[in-house]
């Protein structure tokens, strides 16, 4: 049994990676920290997983993390890079669920996280945890960096596109939507359920801090630089993103349903739909699942490819627990099978 740590354990993402990992067979939860909650038992504040861990929340403390085989970070930015340095030195292996080590350019992440980068010398090493992309980097990292939500549905959407030089790289155009969850438990007013029902809004229209991230794995694909404009929009709903991508097609003879379902065609966790089948939230809710198809409206240069994930488990902790089971010589898919919650 792998011994697993979780630091921030009562946000959204730390209480669906204890979701995940109850049924997990080869991971145990030995050690979970909040400084708000500490003492407190976890099936005191989350009624939902009584019967699966005996377990109370502590506060952090480096030490006792290091003696886990695996520690999970599920904290705001400018957290885990405080911790991480000592953890790695002392043989442990960390998933960072937040962005402080997604950035490799310490200025750049700087610049869209408003705060000086302290940990820039474990940038090269850390691993973008997208399994479809770097899978093999993953298996012996001891740090990975696990994506955005909205990265994760855009990157997934756009790889076959890029890798494959069939669209224009410098226009690329990503709206996507996502439910209110993304933005974590901590009380905001523009999240309170009176602020979000029955209505729709654009955000971060003039920049969003998922952006470098996004183009910076999006040139890794393409083998140069591109630009994409990114719209996020908040969904009067709790879990879920539908990202709508648009990208002008340079090469218009490439059956590109083949080409989609041929990329993915090995990946557990990436559904590629029938032509003429749209993806829905509520089809991946719950599920560590992104569901992708792709059109060409009248037979144009403009290619539309609509991606979607839930972004508490492809966007976060169900990534990252595939990203656990790649580190440790797990088959991919433990504990991962979940179906989608319908309706
Ligand atoms: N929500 C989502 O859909 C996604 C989130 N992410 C990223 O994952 C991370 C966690 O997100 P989410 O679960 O939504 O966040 P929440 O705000 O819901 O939870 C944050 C957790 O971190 C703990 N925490 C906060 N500050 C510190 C600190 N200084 N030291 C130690 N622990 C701290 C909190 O507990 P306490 O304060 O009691 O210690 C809490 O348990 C973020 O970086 C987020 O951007 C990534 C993809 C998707
Ligand atoms: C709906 C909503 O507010 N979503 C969040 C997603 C942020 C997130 O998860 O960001 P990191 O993992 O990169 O920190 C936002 O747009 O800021």
Redesign the pocket.
């Known amino acids: 049994m792998a011994r697993i740590a979780i630091v921030g354990g009562t946000g959204y993402t730390g209480v669906e990676l204890l979701r995940l990992l109850a049924a997990h067979e080869a991971a145990e939860v030995v050690a979970i920290t909040s400084r708000a909650e500490a003492g407190r038992r976890v099936d005191d504040l989350y009624p939902n997983l009584r019967g699966f861990y005996d377990l109370a929340f502590t506060e952090p403390d480096d030490k006792l993390l290091a003696e886990c085989d695996v520690v999970f970070f599920a904290t705001?930015?400018n957290v885990a890079m405080q911790s991480v340095p000592g953890l790695l030195a002392a043989g442990a292996r960390v998933i960072d669920?937040?962005?402080d080590y997604?950035v490799r350019d310490a200025q750049l992440w700087s610049r869209w996280y408003g705060e000086p980068h302290t940990s820039a010398d474990l940038l090269q090493q850390a691993v973008y945890g997208l399994p479809e992309a770097n899978r093999e980097r993953i298996r012996d990292a001891q740090l990975v960096a696990c994506p955005?939500?909205?990265p994760t549905s855009i990157l997934l959407g756009l790889k076959p596109l890029l890798a494959n030089d069939l669209v224009d790289s410098q226009h690329l155009i990503a709206s996507a939507a996502?439910?209110?969850?993304?933005?974590?438990r901590q009380a905001k007013i523009d999240?309170l359920l009176t602020e979000v029902d029955g209505s729709f809004k654009a955000?971060?229209v003039g920049g969003?801090?998922?952006l470098p991230?996004i183009e910076q794995e999006l040139a890794l694909f393409a083998g140069h630089p591109v630009q994409l404009t990114f719209v996020?929009h908040?969904l009067p709903m709790v879990r879920g993103i539908h990202a709508t991508l648009f990208a002008t097609l340079t090469d218009a003879h490439r059956d590109l349903q083949a080409l989609y379902e041929e990329t993915y065609a090995d990946e557990p966790f990436v559904d590629v739909l029938p032509a003429g089948m749209f993806p829905q939230t509520r089809t991946v809710r719950g599920a560590n699942r992104c569901q992708i198809s792709l059109q060409v409206p009248q037979g144009r240069d403009t290619v539309v490819v609509m991606s979607t994930i839930d972004?508490l488990v492809k966007?976060?902790s169900g990534q990252a627990i595939q990203n656990m089971n790649i580190m440790l010589g797990l088959p991919e898919t433990m504990g991962l099978d979940q179906v989608a919650l319908l309706p």
Do not use: D
């Open positions: 705001p930015h669920l937040s962005a997604r955005g939500c909205y996502s439910g209110a969850s993304g933005a974590g999240n955000y971060g969003h801090r998922h991230e996020p908040l972004n966007g976060a």
